[in-house]
């Protein structure tokens, strides 16, 4: 396993709620922005949200303001990100990314060092 680890993802309905979990171990996790980002079958990797090392700034995508919350726990090394209001279109595998290059994490994929390896989100019509 790699330093990054995400769990909670599974098969929703339309209309459902999950929350992604982004664990991490062995380095100093609270100098680390963390971003989640997902990529569907036959697309790209699309950007989802971000959050800087304090847990006091974030940043979404458009395509899931208002229904997706990222959030933090540095004493438990944890980020999650809690989706609501699911869509068909969310269905994809989500990673969560960490650098520590940045105060909050931007929204490209290139500028993170280090990625969990993945979570399928499946959601039905």
């Known amino acids: 396993q790699g330093w990054l680890v995400e769990s909670g993802g599974g098969l929703v309905q339309a209309g459902g709620s999950l929350r992604l979990s982004c664990a991490a171990s062995?380095?100093?996790?609270?100098?680390?922005?963390i971003a989640w980002f997902r990529q569907a079958p036959g697309k790209e990797q699309e950007f989802v949200a971000t959050?800087?090392?304090?847990?006091?700034?974030?940043d979404y995508a458009d395509s899931v303001k208002g229904r997706f919350a990222i959030s933090r726990d540095n004493a438990k090394n944890t980020v999650y990100l809690q989706m609501n209001s699911l869509k068909p279109q969310d269905t994809a595998v989500y990673y969560c990314?960490?650098?520590?290059?940045?105060?909050?994490?931007?929204?490209?994929?290139?500028?993170?060092?280090?990625w969990g390896q993945g979570t399928q989100v499946t959601v039905s019509s």
């Open positions: 062995g380095r100093t996790f609270s100098q680390f922005a």
């Open positions: 990314a960490g650098t520590a290059g940045y105060l909050l994490g931007p929204r490209q994929a290139r500028t993170y060092d280090y």
């Open positions: 959050i800087s090392n304090s847990g006091g700034n974030t």
